[in-house]
């Protein structure tokens, strides 16, 4: 019913910067909040950053003043600039959305596939 797809991810030098994209598509009422998720090697799924349906962002003090979350509320699309990349900023990143299908439910969480974002040393 809703897919999320990623784009964005791949290998860079530490310090540098990347951008990653997440759309949102398929029977979508309305989209609440959004984020961020990345998953490191051998270690669980942690948060990156959110972003509300009014633009209150939240970030994980790893990432604070060096990722910026956004979202195009028109394009149902949400964005997570990457700057100042370190190796330990290595993971498959994950989107993920808060949908309202329908006005008659609530919202439920989906989530995408994930791309994988390398940072060498």
């Known amino acids: 019913q809703v897919q999320l797809v990623e784009s964005g991810g791949g290998t860079v030098q530490a310090g540098g910067s990347l951008r990653l994209s997440c759309v949102a598509s398929?029977?979508?009422?309305?989209?609440?909040?959004m984020g961020w998720y990345r998953q490191p090697p051998g270690k669980q799924r942690e948060l990156v950053a959110t972003?509300?349906?009014?633009?209150?962002?939240n970030y994980a003090d790893s990432v604070a003043g060096r990722f910026t979350i956004s979202r195009d509320g028109a394009k149902n699309t949400v964005y997570l600039q990457m700057n100042s990349l370190k190796p330990e900023d290595t993971a498959v990143y994950y989107c993920?959305?808060?949908?309202?299908?329908?006005?008659?439910?609530?919202?439920?969480?989906?989530w995408g596939r994930g791309t994988q974002v390398t940072v060498s040393s």
């Open positions: 993920n959305s808060r949908v309202v299908i329908s006005s008659r439910v609530d919202e439920r969480g989906y």
């Open positions: 398929g029977n979508i009422f309305r989209i609440n909040a």
């Open positions: 972003i509300t349906s009014g633009s209150s962002t």
